[in-house]
């Protein structure tokens, strides 16, 4: 499986921007995919999260009703629509794969997919610069 990110870049605060994550390889409806991002001098942290199949979803509550996660199975593409972007959403963004998802999806499976290790695969990163 491999990730390519794409679509970040510079935006003043309060703009818009969407990343791409195009996936190639096999993945399955059970499997979920993450963004995570890294700020510089912090660590690594859990933005958002969708199933191929269903779509559920979650996200970080710092993101939460500024940021929606979407996919688009015909394409194997996941996407990041972040609006009302602030200063403090600068980072680097990760999207990243987990294969290892149950078939059946288990209550309280989303604090595993807050966590970097339960995925399995990662694209490369792209910045995103929010300028105030």
């Known amino acids: 499986v491999q990730l390519q990110a794409s679509g970040g870049g510079l935006v003043q605060a309060g703009g818009s921007q969407r990343l791409s994550c195009a996936v190639s390889?096999?993945?399955?409806?059970?499997?979920?995919m993450g963004w995570f991002r890294q700020a510089p001098g912090k660590e690594r942290e859990f933005v958002a999260a969708?199933?191929?199949?269903?779509?559920?979803?979650y996200y970080a509550d710092s993101v939460k009703g500024r940021f929606t996660i979407s996919r688009d199975n015909a394409k194997n593409t996941v996407y990041l629509q972040m609006n009302s972007l602030k200063p403090e959403d600068t980072a680097v963004y990760y999207c990243?794969?987990?294969?290892?998802?149950?078939?059946?999806?288990?209550?309280?499976?989303?604090?595993?997919?807050?966590?970097?290790?339960?995925?399995?695969?990662w694209g490369q990163g792209t910045l995103v610069t929010v300028s105030s």
């Open positions: 969708i199933r191929w199949s269903g779509g559920l979803t």
């Open positions: 390889g096999r993945t399955f409806s059970k499997d979920f």
């Open positions: 990243a794969a987990d294969i290892r998802a149950p078939q059946t999806y288990k209550m309280g499976y989303d604090t595993s997919l807050r966590e970097a290790p339960t995925y399995d695969y």
